[in-house]
């Protein structure tokens, strides 16, 4: 069987909306580069390994086009940030112009100009260098409309103020808040999705650092410690209680119980002995084993798993495949539009210049930027990030979409819709034994374990904590646990030990002789209702 090639991933900056994303690439589409994946939320750019080029050469095409090789470097306030922090001192002036009498100095044409000038810079800037170089990639994207549309009013509002000098009729033409209040919106919402996304992705980080442990290795009788990255197929790894597992493996030697619960959901910790596979990134709550690793690296589950919730994010659903369509023609018919509503008003309708510009400058100024291009991806990004920092895995925006028609779900009961806190619903003791000493016993023999189900029965019957002399006690994991009191050897353990179909949680044995029965029921977490009956709505 033929195996597929790795995929290699770059960070890229830069990126604003879903045609930035589409420029790059059909760029490297271009360049013989396979199975590429750009997400303009992340700003990750993923491909197949199997191209006769090298990382740098492919880090070299991306530059080529305007756009910068993410350092990963972690810096307290960002480029964005900064721009419209600058930006936003020097947009509300211009906004409070508005609410001000005629001759409030707020007017001055000229001050309007000064205080609109380094807001258009940071646009040209931030925009500008973006705008140009998607139309040398020959796919028009957000930031073009951005830039054409305040520079549209900005430009408009200059020629308005050099034609009718400080008269009445110039503040008619000047809409020099129009063009700062554009870019710094879209500052705002090119930041608030950047701190979306970093707190999106941070559910990823959270699942990497799972497996980034460190644990013993037995090489020749003698321990050393290891990091996850140095574990090796078949190293044998020495993992004790509390201990994290580090990889994927089997058990050799020794017996445990594990929490599986990020996993499975399931919050009673699983009995695991010699041959049963142990999954990395979940924790041994009690016992010491040895392990031999089975998959290492990417091939253990974990790391699947972070692959699935990073390709998950790229997973388009329809209606995202549809908004991209969409905004790929969007830029250039809104220019068109915006072209032909100058020359209809102006030639057509005979409407003066000025008026006829003015409206073609508004077609411009309210189609930036296409909510539908921006929303959508990052909704979906944002949606699948926080679900897997909840424990829900979804496999992409297509799965996303295929919920709203789900008719079934089914619940893993314990520890799922429950808390996974037992007690005791009902007891039966034969009659002719003491309930007061037989509760005794089972206290008494529990306490040597540490099964949630064990602690469980230790809470309900602390009052019957009378100490006996228990001698051998010895614990069959997931089954049963037996001692010897006073010549007599007892067992408590699921119906496993009786081969009769007693509906029964638990028995207690005297000498193989059934002496009680144990129901047990789990406690429903409080906010289950409220789920359920979500659900039915």
């Given amino acids: 069987m033929k195996k597929s090639p790795s995929r290699i991933s770059i960070k890229v900056n830069g990126m604003t909306c879903v045609n930035c994303a589409k420029g790059i690439e059909k760029k490297l589409q271009a360049n013989r580069l396979t199975n590429v994946s750009v997400n303009f939320s992340t700003g990750e750019v993923i491909y197949d390994s199997n191209t006769n080029k090298s990382l740098e050469e492919v880090q070299k095409i991306i530059t080529s086009i305007g756009y910068t090789i993410d350092s990963r470097k972690k810096l307290l306030i960002t480029k964005v940030e900064i721009y419209f922090y600058i930006s936003l001192i020097f947009t509300l002036p211009l906004l409070l112009h508005m609410f001000v009498g005629e001759y409030h100095f707020l007017r001055d044409p000229i001050l309007q100009f000064f205080l609109c000038l380094p807001v258009y810079c940071i646009g040209v800037l931030y925009f500008g260098k973006s705008a140009f170089n998607s139309l040398s990639s020959r796919i028009a994207n957000m930031d073009l409309l951005i830039f054409i549309g305040s520079s549209a009013a900005y430009f408009y509002s200059i020629y308005g103020w050099i034609l009718y000098k400080n008269s009445h009729i110039a503040h ?115 016992g010491s084993i040895k392990l031999k690793a089975t998959k290492t690296g990417k091939d253990t589950l974990l790391s699947k798993i972070i692959e699935l919730v990073k390709d998950s994010q790229n997973n388009k659903p329809k209606i995202q495949k549809l908004g991209d369509k969409i905004s790929e023609y969007f830029v250039p018919s809104v220019i068109l539009i915006a072209i032909l509503t100058f020359i209809f008003t102006f030639y057509y309708f005979k409407i003066p210049f000025e008026e006829s510009l003015l409206r073609s400058i ?176």
């Fill in 172 to 286: 008619k033409y000047l809409f020099f808040e129009t063009s700062a209040t554009i870019i710094t919106l879209v500052l705002l919402g090119n930041l608030l999705e950047k701190k979306a996304v970093k707190k999106t992705t941070s559910s990823i980080n959270d699942l990497s650092k799972r497996q980034n442990v460190k644990t013993k290795k037995e090489i020749n009788g003698k321990l050393i410690e290891i990091s996850f990255k140095e574990i090796k197929k078949d190293d044998i790894l020495i993992i004790n209680s509390g201990d994290k597992i580090p990889t994927d493996g089997i058990i050799i030697s020794g017996k445990c119980f594990v929490d599986e619960s990020m996993f499975t959901g399931e919050s009673i910790p699983n009995s695991k002995a010699i041959n049963d596979t142990l999954i990395g990134g979940t924790i041994i709550v009690e």
């Fill in 362 to 537: 508004a077609v411009l100024v309210i189609s930036c930027p296409c909510a539908m291009g921006l929303a959508t991806p990052t909704a979906v990004m944002v949606g699948v990030g926080l679900a897997a920092k909840k424990g829900i895995l979804i496999k992409g925006g297509r799965t996303l979409e295929k919920l709203a028609s789900v008719k079934h779900l089914v619940f893993d009961k314990t520890g799922t819709l429950t808390t996974g806190e037992f007690k005791i619903s009902k007891i039966e003791i034969k009659e002719n034994h003491d309930e007061k000493v037989v509760k005794n016993i089972i206290y008494n023999i529990e306490k040597f374990s540490s099964h949630p189900i064990a602690k469980s029965l230790c809470r309900e019957l602390k009052n019957f904590d009378e100490d006996l002399k228990v001698k051998e006690v010895q614990e069959n994991k997931g089954v049963s646990i037996s001692a010897k009191i006073d010549n007599d050897i007892y067992t408590i353990g699921s119906k496993k030990l009786n081969k009769s179909k007693i509906e029964y949680d638990l028995l207690v044995l005297k000498n193989n002789q059934l002496i009680a029965k144990i129901n047990i029921t789990d406690k429903i977490k409080e906010d289950t209702k409220f789920i359920l009956k979500k659900l039915e709505n």
